[in-house]
């Protein structure tokens, strides 16, 4: 940090403190380049260290990468130095939705719009397979639109992170806000778990105080496996009835999000918002979180323009005879545009062209299919714009050398939706290879 003006890595000057917690502190800032306001996460790299956080800080930064909606904070970019991590995050000027609910209840429009956006989010949250075991009034956070931005994702959960039993088994959360099977410590879904504190944020903003509530914690752990709570006079029949099915202390009877989305209550005015496009211009690399614990001050590593490719020279990875065998089933075209193959994860093709003509290739189908594209050691990374249903299509390219005149290329679906993987392969992949591909 320029200790002259405050200035963070030439791009951003710091300004009033936010919010602070036991290893982080958050600063109002401003993008020097574009004028625009955000928000700065300073987490303090030893003190993670010495706590064994690690994990915990690479999983929130995958996290916030993976889910980019309207209603959740975006994550701008990652910076390090020796001794601090810096989250550059979107910046949220309402603050807290818990300082709105601390001055009272909210009238029942606005109390639906707020959980609408609520669920809007962590619908797609768990649709990227993300779980965010920590939502309350606290972590809610409004922008100037009053529109609810859901944040602090330090205690999320990745689909991965299920064991045998499909079911995830960290308690954590706040008390107030945390299911039953998550108190019971038997394994729990990690999607009807996020619902039933869906349910308690709803019963806070419609009353203004929370459905379990006890100065003895064992008495509300009791209240909360039980499902004891009373709505307050109030609350309509339709809000009364949406309840008792979120907040069900059984979580195999428990409503599920689609139908929770078509209940009449939740839908009247409903707006769902359309994950946005991503920008073309990004500079945020997120895939070698290990190199933010080992960075100095002027590390830094981004996605590469498609254009940036042509005539990029890689080393290729080196293949031997048994490995030659394992590629055996794409030497050729057809196992890669067949009908019957497109829907597989991973295709093969062989090429006599150099590493850097294929490279530049790929750069040149990323540019027309507006994909953001990035290096790797041997492999080119495309990561498509459009936000689906399953996120992003994201197809890694490995170039493996048999022999210096002889190549094979190994595409594989990492991420995002089957069908659309299979209209990029034939729409996409299929006219513009034909030129490198050996047959």
Known sequence: MDKKGNILMQKYEL?????????????????????????????????????????????????????????????????????????????????????????????????????????????????????????????????????????????????????????????????????????????????????????????????????????????????????????????????????????????????TMSKLMENSWFIKGFKPLEPPLCNDDEDNDLDELGDIFTASASDSEGITTPRALKGHSMKPTCVNAFDIISHSQGFNLSGLFDEYMVYKPEERFTTTQSPSIIVSKLGEIAETERFKVKMKGGMVKLQGCKEGRKGQLQIDAEIFEVTPSLHIVELKKTAGDTMEYRDFCNQGLKPSLKDVVWT
């Not at 380049?33 to 303090?44: N, R, W």
């Not at 309207?70 to 001794?83: G, H, I, R, S, W």
């Not at 993300?130 to 330090?154: C, I, M, W």
């Not at 509300?220 to 039980?226: A, D, G, Q, T």
């Open 15 to 255: 300004g009033r403190l936010l919010g602070q917690g036991t290893f982080a502190k958050v600063y109002y800032a401003r993008d020097l380049k574009s004028g625009q306001s955000v928000a700065i996460k300073i987490v303090d790299k030893e003190k993670i260290l010495r706590v064994g956080l690690i994990d915990q800080i690479k999983r929130e930064i995958s996290v916030m990468r993976l889910v980019r909606h309207p209603n959740v904070v975006q994550l701008y970019e990652v910076m390090a130095t020796k001794t601090k991590i810096y989250f550059a995050m979107e910046y949220a000027k309402g603050g807290e939705l818990f300082n709105k609910v601390a001055k009272g209840r909210l009238k029942e429009d606005l109390a639906r719009k707020y959980f609408q956006q609520l669920i809007g989010a962590v619908d797609f949250c768990h649709s990227r397979g993300v779980y965010h075991r920590d939502l309350k009034p606290e972590n809610l956070l409004l922008d100037e639109d009053e529109n609810l931005k859901v944040s602090d994702f330090g205690l999320s959960a990745l689909r991965e992170s299920r064991r045998q039993d499909g079911l995830l088994h960290t308690t954590c959360g706040t008390p107030a806000y945390v299911a039953p099977e998550v108190i019971s410590k038997r394994g729990y879904d990690g999607a009807k778990a996020d619902i039933w504190s869906c349910g308690v944020v709803l019963f806070v903003l419609l009353a203004g105080y929370l459905p379990f509530h006890d100065q003895n914690l064992m008495e509300m752990y009791r209240k909360i496996s039980r499902g004891e709570f009373k709505c307050p006079q109030w609350f309509q029949l339709e809000v009364r009835k949406l309840l008792s099915k979120i907040l069900d202390p059984n979580p195999y009877s428990r409503i």
